[in-house]
């Protein structure tokens, strides 16, 4: 029987064991030197949008306008008139304006109930951050100002705590999951160095995977979660995939054979499980190129890296680092518990009555997850605010949330970029006075409305506070009518005006993700479909394959949308309901659990077909699969449920949505779905899961046995991809 490519790959690195190893490390090295002399270019603001908001940030852009950071310090407390409040108002200006970091310190704005007063100027741009000194002056005006609340918010504090949150979550996430990984993997192996193989190598693939991207970053600007994004990948995949491998590995050394014999029979079941599931999950991750978001295109690349430098070394370098080792890769074995012979375990016990009744089981189960799902009709997506995606309890978000009821659309107000042939003429004047005149008698519009002049460039920024809470009805509606009736009247008649702003942004965004997301769901489930198609060579598994999918993902989104959504049991994981989720997030959980998914479902049914090949029945061969895997499957799910888990526990909303999301898909995925809705289904299809129908009787043939094994049902052509 002709080898598979897995098989052959593997063949060549146990050979050239030195050769493998050696070229791993340099390919490592390299990776990580290149990849930290080009540096990684992240997306400017105007790259992140679509729309209108794109083209104003554009316009910003190529003219080489740097919209400085605004600050706004907000005293509240007491009458605006009253002794102590005007004590911290001019204590807080005169604080601010000694420092030197400041310009264009404006006048006080005083709130209409007449008990919050805003002081707001402009951060100088100086070579030393300046912030910090402002800091500690506002500090000092609330240190000596104990009746009265102070407070601080901006885009240069804002982006301060971004900063902080995202350096210190990354770097948690590091040094939590990796042990978090080595443990789990040490109770699986029960031997220490096995347990750090598979996580030294997902770890240097993900450092390869960092330097190449940032390489290629050049040419395709990415966003700076997309390393955190990577990481939770790489860290996921790579483990899962050294995981199969050597377990199976272990396992043939269990039942006698020599050392040659298992790392062969490995590297032609596991590790052709592995190559299906790595390109299946590539492919997949493609599709997010369809979106048209430059975000989505650079989530694309980072993930493709990663997971084809996990599957590479997983198939090449573990292979000879196996050969190598030997019987000692057992080293540093660990005395643990164990099932003892002839005990079901609880796969096998809960596999029993499903098998024998099948229909039953796949009711009940799917109702669950359709019970699950059903929370996700009602999804709402939009980009977080300032206050939905910090912690309430932090101070800035506790700022904004006062600033914003005390000035509605004060803190991030829409923002008219306006580009004329002569930003001073007369009739541009007289056109900003007339905006700003019909925004405050449209009642959907507050004062202060202020304009930022770049005489240079011929440019004005025109900052408009909107009616409502910032992204309710009221507010959407008062956009509407900046974007449709104001502008047009007004600035749009002496030159180009696009509105941009937090909420022009975010409805935007949406818009072009709706118009993006059919493309990349109809692309994600007809590659999977082929994909299972081609190497199953059986209609009814790549249909399954899909339906399984979508239920799972629906679950999760159902899930999702009542917890962050809802508020329900959002205690639980330690936040707040923000009402909506992050725009980004379903369609990116979408793509990736239509990839993860298949780690299990191509390594279980692999199993299944194995042992039908070799004559069992098909409700024989689905017990026997199951109960083969159960052990790596949830060791494997058991690490991605930890390592997004993590994500789950970190400060920003939008990682705590795709780490619960992906955890729970996980967690799904490998009980309900492969240890209950998968058996049930295949034992009532019987033997027409493996039908093909003689149109499609051409497809690519490959063995799921062993290497040498006659199967009932021997391959006629070798499967070249796999």
Request: hydrophobic share 50%; with cysteine.
């Amino acid at each position: 029987m002709k080898r598979n490519l897995a098989a052959a790959l593997g063949g060549w690195s146990a050979r050239h064991r030195m050769t493998a190893i050696l070229g791993w490390l340099l390919f490592v090295v390299l990776a990580s030197v290149l990849g930290g002399a080009a540096g990684q270019v992240t997306m400017a603001d105007h790259e992140q949008g679509t729309g209108q908001s794109a083209r104003a940030g554009q316009i910003l852009a190529e003219a080489g306008v740097e919209d400085p950071d605004h600050e706004t310090v907000l005293v509240s407390g007491a009458p605006a008139a009253s002794p102590e409040m005007r004590r911290a108002v001019a204590d807080v200006r005169a604080n601010v304006q000694a420092t030197g970091k400041i310009t264009e310190l404006r006048r006080d704005v005083v709130a209409e109930d007449g008990r919050n007063v805003i002081v707001q100027f402009t951060v100088r741009e100086l070579p030393d951050d300046p912030l910090p000194a402002i800091l500690d002056a506002v500090a000092e005006a609330k240190k000596d100002n104990p009746s009265v609340r102070i407070g601080q918010f901006g885009g240069a504090t804002a982006d301060a705590w971004f900063d902080d949150a995202l350096g210190s979550d990354f770097a948690r996430a590091e040094m939590t999951a990796l042990p978090l990984a080595l443990g789990i993997l040490l109770v699986a192996f029960g031997a220490l160095l096995a347990a750090v193989l598979p996580v030294v190598l997902a770890f240097t693939a993900f450092l390869a995977a960092t330097g190449v991207l940032a390489v290629a970053s050049h040419a395709l600007h990415v966003d700076q979660t997309t390393n955190s994004v990577m990481l939770l990948m790489g860290l996921a995949v790579g483990v899962d995939y050294c995981l199969f491998y050597l377990q199976r590995e272990r396992e043939e050394r269990r039942r006698g054979r020599d050392r040659e014999s298992a790392l062969a029979i490995a590297a032609a079941t596991s590790g052709r499980s592995v190559l299906v599931s790595g390109i299946t999950v590539m492919v997949a991750m493609s599709g997010m190129f369809l979106s048209g978001l430059l975000l989505f295109k650079g989530f694309a690349i980072a993930t493709i890296l990663v997971v084809c430098i996990a599957m590479l070394g997983s198939v090449t370098v573990l292979p000879a680092l196996l050969s190598l080792l030997g019987d000692k890769v057992d080293f540093g074995r660990v005395r643990l518990p164990r099932r003892r012979a002839g005990r079901a375990g609880v796969v096998g016990t809960l596999l029993r009555p499903v098998l024998a009744r099948p229909g039953v089981a796949a009711l009940l189960s799917a109702g669950l997850l359709l019970a699950l799902a059903a929370p996700a009709l009602g999804m709402k997506t939009e980009r977080l605010r300032i206050d939905q995606l910090i912690p309430p309890g932090e101070e800035i978000a506790q700022t904004y949330t006062r600033l914003n009821e005390a000035f509605p659309g004060n803190p991030e107000p829409a923002v008219v970029v306006l580009k004329a042939r002569d930003i001073n003429a007369p009739q541009v004047g007289a056109a900003v006075a007339e905006l700003k005149r019909q925004a405050v008698a449209s009642g959907e519009m507050n004062e202060p409305i202020d304009v930022t002049v770049h005489d240079r460039a011929n440019i004005a920024e025109i900052e408009v506070p909107l009616a409502g809470k910032g992204a309710d009805a009221a507010s959407k509606h008062a956009l509407e009518t900046l974007r449709e009736r104001i502008v047009p009247r007004t600035v749009g008649t002496v030159g180009e005006a696009p509105v941009t702003g937090q909420l022009a942004w975010s409805l935007d965004y949406n818009d072009r993700l709706k118009a993006g997301t059919a493309p990349v769901f109809l692309f994600v489930m007809g590659v999977t479909f082929l994909l299972m198609l081609i190497f199953f060579r059986s209609l009814l598994i790549a249909v399954t394959a899909i339906v399984l999918n979508l239920l799972s993902v629906g679950a999760a989104y159902g899930v999702m949308v009542a917890v962050f959504q809802h508020g329900w049991g959002d205690s639980l994981v330690g936040t707040t309901g923000a009402g909506a989720l992050e725009s980004w997030i379903p369609l990116f959980v979408l793509v990736v659990l239509f990839g993860l998914s298949m780690d299990y479902h191509v390594f279980v049914v692999s199993r299944i077909r194995e042992a039908h090949d070799r004559g069992l029945d098909t409700t024989g061969a689905v017990s026997e699969g199951v109960r083969a895997t159960a052990g790596v499957v949830t060791s494997a799910a058991v690490i991605m449920i930890a390592t997004f888990g993590i994500f789950g526990t970190l400060s920003m909303q939008d990682f705590k949505q795709l780490g619960v999301g992906l955890a729970v898909a996980v967690l799904i995925d490998a009980t309900i779905v492969r240890v209950v809705l998968l058996p049930a289904v295949m034992a009532l299809l019987g033997r027409a899961n493996w039908y093909l129908p003689r149109w499609l009787d051409w497809l690519p043939s490959a063995s799921h046995g062993e290497p040498g094994r006659e199967t009932r049902e021997p391959a006629r052509n070798p499967l070249t991809l796999a």
